[in-house]
Each structure stands twice: as C-alpha cells, then as structure tokens.
C-alpha cells in the first residue's frame, strides 16, 4: 500500500445487463481520506460502480486500483479482505434475526461445542454501537420491526464496525430521517479523520456540501466530471446530472385559491389511529396540494394510512365530498366511486409487486374493472396503461419488463402510473420523491401541478422540506400526532415549517382552513 497513490482509481470501467450499457469506460480517482460524492441520476450507474468495487458483480472490462495495486475483487469476501465494506441501496440486513446477529453476519464469534456465544455477541455489538452512538438502538430487536430509518443506520453500522479502509455507500440519506442524517454527518467526519476513504451516493446537493470534499457525476453510465466541491454550483451540478439545463427545478405555483366546492375531497375529523396519531383533524380540498410538514415519528405515516384504510382508526371519522366513509381496507379506498391511491413510502414492498411487469403493476387497481369473465382483457389493459405510461414519460419497455428491474424513479412513477389508472380524484403521497433523482423529481413536480389544476386533490408529505415551500399551495404542520399549524402563501418558509414541526412556539390552537368549529 501507498499513501501516495489514490485509494481508489478505476480506469474504462465498463459493465452491461444485456442491452443495457451500465458503465461505459468511466475512469476517476479518489485520494486517501477523502470523501467523494457520487451523483447522478437514477440509472446513471452509480450501484453498478460500488457493486463492482464491493465484489458483488463483476466488471466487463476496465480495472480497479487500491491504494496503487491493481486488484481483482470478483467476490465480496476479497472486497472485504481488501479493505473495502459497503453499506448498500438495498439494505442487506436479514429480517427474521435480530439486530446482534444482523451486525455479526457473516462473522459471528465462533461456535464454542456447537453453541454460538450470544453474550460475547451481544458484547461486541454493544461496544460498536457504543462507539457509533447507537445506544438508543435495541440489539435484541428482530431487524423487521424496526423502521427503514434504523434499518438503515444498521446497515451503516455493520459496515463500519468492520474498520474498513475504504467505505461506499449507497444512497443511505434516502431512508434515513433528519437527525439520522445528522448523525451520518458526524460519523463521516470521524472516519474522514481517521483517514478513511468514503463514496458517498446522494441525490441532495445540500449534503454533497456538507461531507464531500469532492464530487463525481456520473450520466447514462458515463464520467460527466469530477470536482472539488467548491468549484462548482449547484447549477453546473444539475446540468452535468441531467444532461440539459432545467430553468427551474419546481414549476411555478398558480394562484392560490379557496375551492369553491361545497364539501372538502377528503375530510378526516379528530383522528386517532396507531401509536402516533391523536386527535388529527384536517381538510383536502379539490384543486390543491395541501403539503404535510413533520420530523420523523409525528403521526403523518398513521394518518395517511388511515385515510388509505391501511390501519383502522381508533377515534374519529373520515368524509368524502361530504359523505361519511368507513374504510376498512385499501381496497375500499381505491373502489370507483371513493377514489383514494397511496404511494407510498416504500414502494418496494408495500406500492409495487416487483415481479411482475410495469403493465401488470400499474393496472393492479383497475384490474376488477377491466377483468371480464374472470380473466383480464389484455389488450384493454395494455391500451389504458400505454395511454397513462406516456403521460408520465416512462419508456415503452415497461410494460414488459419486471419492475425489480427498474430504476427507483421509474418505479415511482409506475407508483403513480397505478393511480391515474384508477382515475381517483384523492391522491395521497407519502414521500414520492425519496431515493428519485433531480430529473424524474421535476416530472413528479410538475405532474402532480397538473393534476391539481385538473381538480384533484393531493395530500403531500416530504422529508424535504424546501419541496413543501415549492410545490405545495397549503402547509399543515403535524407534531405529537396532531395538526398543530397551517401555512399559507408567503407564511409557507422552511423557518416557519422547522419552528412549528419542533414544536417550539408553545401548543398554538390548530387553525386549519376550513375548519369552522363544527
Ligand atoms: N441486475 C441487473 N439486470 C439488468 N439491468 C440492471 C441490473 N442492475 C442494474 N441494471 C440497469 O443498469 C443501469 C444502471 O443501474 P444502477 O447502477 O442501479 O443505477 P443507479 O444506482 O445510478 O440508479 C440501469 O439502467 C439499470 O436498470
Ligand atoms: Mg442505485
């Protein structure tokens, strides 16, 4: 090994999965201690690369040098006996075992007489997480229970206690909630300082700024530039990400405008639901995007569940143009006539059947409507999903391919593709837009501007919040499971939407729209 050299150099690093070209002759270096951003969008090739570097697959050609040595990895042992741990997109973490044997896998203390050691287990994790200030995480938990956010954080953790020499991770911000990203941040600089070398995979400048010392872009699988961070704008960034300049990044809001209808779309009265939703009252009304502002744990995942029948409510009651409904199941929420959709947080298992074909997806609500005798009309099928894949700009391709092996802004739109198709005026969306890229998070924007001005309602809730300021016509603010704040024009600040989601200014009397004291 040598300091001189980089830590990381690959040079015409290239990788195909049949017709598609992955990685095409990509050549960069990363010098020891350095954090580097990768960026770009989805599909750009940025897992392919650390999957390469993490001997998950291997490369067609083109070579990888460490620290100076060109090295084969090939397979994920030599990866790590390289120095090399990862923390992946799709986290690796086992379900069905607990937090200790997740973090141990695949090195658990040897078996004493055939009996895995679980106290010196549990002491080994005990001390990484101690170190990694993770003592608020349960070791003893089955993996399952626990949140994407902790899952996440697990999966960041097994990877570091491992002391590698060099760190990739994949895209660990999209599943990890704001303080998490705070304590990501820390952790990074502590191994920066110790000198080890991170890839960090992002799809927010923010904190391409906050860690990196320099960043890669990578576009359709080719190098589109690396820089130190400081030499850049955010601008340079976008047009090498995309290819092209965007003039804005969010369309612009219309006027906003009371709804003249007579009744609210949605209306949900003091809802109490799950662990976390008491007492929440709110109302949707047609033709606004009405944005749900809250820090991770508020309630917004329990309410946007139980408007979607997904968790009985405990209390309350929810209305439709008026109307009382009882929804028991998502099924009662999607049926003609009532209209609601979710996409939700994690499409990959809750919004889509990753096996099946985008077509067979995206129909999946309508299918009773265009099933005759029992079996599916497929042309009737294909006709309506072709007409709304369009609109949404996904590829043709689709409809034939399984959605496992879509890139994650082409799943969410498929997320949303379902919807349209069911033709409901209610959309809810609970993080569209986490893990998608600037280009395909501009078409979201845009697409869910329109429906609005078609008269639809959209119940919006974003991690992030600059898209709250931008994208939505209204703000209710939640904490401790009720909506404690609304925000309208020029009061919708990313100031005012912190300082009401920390609960600061002392429990103000909820006033949202409408509400007149029924
Ligand atoms: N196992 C695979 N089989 C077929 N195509 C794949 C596979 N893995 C990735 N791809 C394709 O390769 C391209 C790059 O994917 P990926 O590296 O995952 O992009 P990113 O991580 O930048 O979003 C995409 O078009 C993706 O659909
Ligand atoms: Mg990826």
Redesign the pocket.
């Known amino acids: 090994m040598n300091d001189s050299q980089p830590a990381i150099e690959v040079e015409g690093l290239s990788k195909r ?2 017709a ?1 070209v ?2 095409d002759d990509v050549s960069f270096s990363v010098a020891p201690g350095e954090v580097r951003a990768l960026i ?12 390469i570097l993490s001997g998950l ?1 291997r490369q067609d050609s083109g070579s990888v040098n460490l620290f100076g040595e060109t090295v084969a990895i090939g397979r994920p042992a030599r990866a790590h006996r390289l120095g090399i741990q990862t923390a992946f ?1 799709e986290m690796t973490l086992v379900d069905d075992l607990t937090v200790t044997q997740n973090m141990l896998l695949p090195y658990e203390p040897a078996p004493v007489l055939g009996q895995i050691d679980r106290r010196k287990s549990r002491r080994l994790v005990d001390r990484h997480f101690a170190e990694l200030s993770l003592e608020n995480v349960d070791p003893g938990a089955l993996v399952g229970e626990l949140d994407l956010s902790t899952r996440q954080k697990i999966e960041i953790a097994k990877a570091v206690s491992r002391q590698p020499r060099v760190l990739l991770l ?2 660990p911000t999209s599943t990890l909630s704001v303080s998490d990203v705070d304590w990501l941040g820390e952790l990074i600089e502590k191994l920066s300082a110790d000198g080890v070398t991170l890839v960090f ?1 992002t799809h927010r400048m923010a904190e391409v700024r906050r860690f990196c010392g320099g960043l890669t872009v ?1 576009r359709n ?1 080719q190098h589109a530039g690396s820089f130190a961070v400081d030499d850049v704008s955010d601008a340079d960034v976008v047009r090498l990400v995309i290819g092209r300049s965007l003039g804005a990044i969010y369309p612009e809001k219309e006027n906003y405008r009371l709804s003249d209808a007579a009744a609210p779309a949605l209306a949900g009265k003091s809802l109490s639901a799950g662990g976390q939703l008491r007492d929440a009252s709110l109302q949707l009304w047609p033709g606004e995007v009405l944005g749900i502002g809250a820090l991770q744990g508020m309630g917004q995942l329990e309410l946007f569940e139980a408007l979607f029948g997904v968790t009985g409510l405990r209390e309350g009651s929810v209305e439709l143009d008026g109307k009382a409904v009882t929804l028991t199941s998502p099924a009662d929420a999607v049926r003609a006539g009532i209209g609601i959709s979710l996409v939700p947080e994690d499409r990959k298992s809750e919004g889509l059947f990753l096996s099946l074909s985008g077509a067979a997806n995206a129909s999946i609500p309508v299918i009773e409507r265009l099933a005759t005798f029992g079996w599916i009309a497929r042309e009737a099928e294909a006709a309506a999903v072709d007409e709304v894949l369009e609109r949404l700009n996904v590829h043709p391709r689709a409809l034939y391919k399984s959605v496992s ?4 802004g082409n799943q969410q739109k498929i997320a949303i593709a379902k919807w349209l198709l069911a033709g409901s005026k209610v959309l809810l969306m609970f993080d569209p837009t986490r893990g998608v ?1 600037i280009g395909t998070k501009h078409e979201i924007y845009i697409l869910i501007r329109e429906l609005a001005k078609e008269g639809n309602a959209i119940l919006f809730y974003t991690t992030e919040i600059p898209e709250l300021v931008n994208v939505c016509d209204r703000v209710l603010v939640m904490y401790g499971g009720r909506v404690v704040k609304e925000l309208l024009g020029d009061e919708i600040s990313e100031e005012n939407i912190m300082t009401h989601a920390l609960g600061a200014p002392a429990a103000e009397p909820s006033t949202p729209h409408g509400e007149t004291g029924t």
């Open positions: 999965f049949d598609t992955a990685l770009g969008e989805n599909g750009a090739g940025k897992s392919t690369l650390v999957k697959i997109q994949d895209e995979i990578l699988g092996s879509f890139s994650g890229d």
